[in-house]
């Protein structure tokens, strides 16, 4: 029986993993991305977004980091920079990511164009070094979501999620009851 729950934990786990992967890379994957709406703000003559302003907001949200190097952090924190030993440092020269992305046109079949990330700009790579300092969770295994964006700005989302717990367990028990009470006696 212990060989079996074990075995059974063991599959659970790779299947939370797998399915937590290929969740965070068809979000990544999405057409448009998360800085589209910000490259048509770009060209707004109101609203001028420098090239600058915009690097500095993919490495705050840390799009400039490559998607296996960024799975990492949100899943579990890690890695934070570069990996030191008895007082020596290791990778610390490990690209893991492209601050300005460079772009070109590609044209299609069809005789469309899109514009693709080609590259990298010279000397815009991110090193392991670069993230020593960072701001990041502590990875969702260990139950840091990070920072709310729309109520309570800027606090822990678990706070957020925990102060509406009591009132959404309210609402589903009397809901629950509710439905027993109908329900049975409609099903009778």
Not at 59 to 71: G, I, K
Not at 90 to 95: G, K, Q, S, T
Not at 142 to 154: K, T
Request: hydrophobic letters at 45%; aromatic letters at 6%.
């Amino acid at each position: 029986m212990f060989n079996y729950l074990v075995r059974r934990v063991v599959q659970m786990t790779i299947v939370l993993f797998f399915s937590a992967a290929a969740s965070y890379a068809l979000l990544n994957l999405a057409p448009g991305g998360p800085l589209a709406g910000l490259a048509q703000l770009a060209q707004n003559s109101r609203t001028r977004l420098t090239q600058e302003d915009i690097a500095r907001i993919r490495a705050y949200f840390e799009l400039d980091l490559n998607l296996p190097v960024r799975f990492s952090r949100w899943l579990i924190g890690q890695p934070r920079g570069p990996i030191t030993i008895g007082g020596q440092t290791f990778l610390a020269d490990l690209v893991v990511g492209c601050r300005q992305p460079l772009l070109g046109e590609v044209r299609q079949a069809d005789g469309t164009s899109r514009t693709v990330t080609i590259g990298c700009r010279p000397n815009q790579d991110v090193t392991l070094a670069d993230l020593v300092g960072r701001r990041t969770s502590n990875g969702v295994i260990f139950g840091d979501f990070g920072n709310s964006w729309g109520m309570l700005r800027d606090r822990p989302v678990s706070i957020v999620v925990l102060s509406r717990l009591p009132r959404t367990l309210q609402l589903m028990s009397i809901s629950l009851t509710l439905a027993v009470i109908i329900g049975v006696p409609v099903g009778v």
